[in-house]
Nanobody
Framework: QVQLVESGGGLVQAGGSLGLSCTASGSISSINALGWYRQAPGKRRELVAV???????HYADSVKGRFTISRDNAKTTVYLQMNSMKPEDTAVYYCNADVQNGLVVYDVWGQGTQVTVSS
């Protein structure tokens, strides 16, 4: 089993920066990818950024050039550095792990952390 614990988040002014981190524990070797999703009020949860076990990264178009996803060498902690933030970045941010157990692939989610960008 994999567990995810997030930290970071909070309130920032437009144009400012904020960082999130997420630490995974448990069956780390079963993780295919770690990523960040967000969900704004009344909207669907959407992918923000993901980093695969091989180190490849993918970003939503809305955050390209502003957000950076990275992880530690042990592949247990994933970070999201958010720069040049906009009010539309306001959402609950969730850490996600894509986990594989044999032929079964499933998602594990963190508890979520609120990010609010004031204009």
């Amino acid at each position: 089993q994999v567990q995810l614990v997030e930290s970071g988040g909070g309130l920032v002014q437009a144009g400012g920066s904020l960082g999130l981190s997420c630490t995974a524990s448990g069956s780390i070797s079963s993780i295919n990818a770690l990523g960040w999703y967000r969900q704004a009020p009344g909207k669907r949860r959407e992918l923000v950024a993901v980093i695969t076990d091989g180190g490849s990264t993918h970003y939503a178009d809305s955050v390209k050039g502003r957000f950076t996803i990275s992880r530690d060498n042990a592949k247990t902690t994933v970070y999201l550095q958010m720069n040049s933030m906009k009010p539309e970045d306001t959402a609950v941010y969730y850490c996600n792990a894509d986990v594989q157990n044999g032929l079964v692939v499933y998602d594990v989610w963190g508890q979520g952390t609120q990010v609010t960008v004031s204009s």
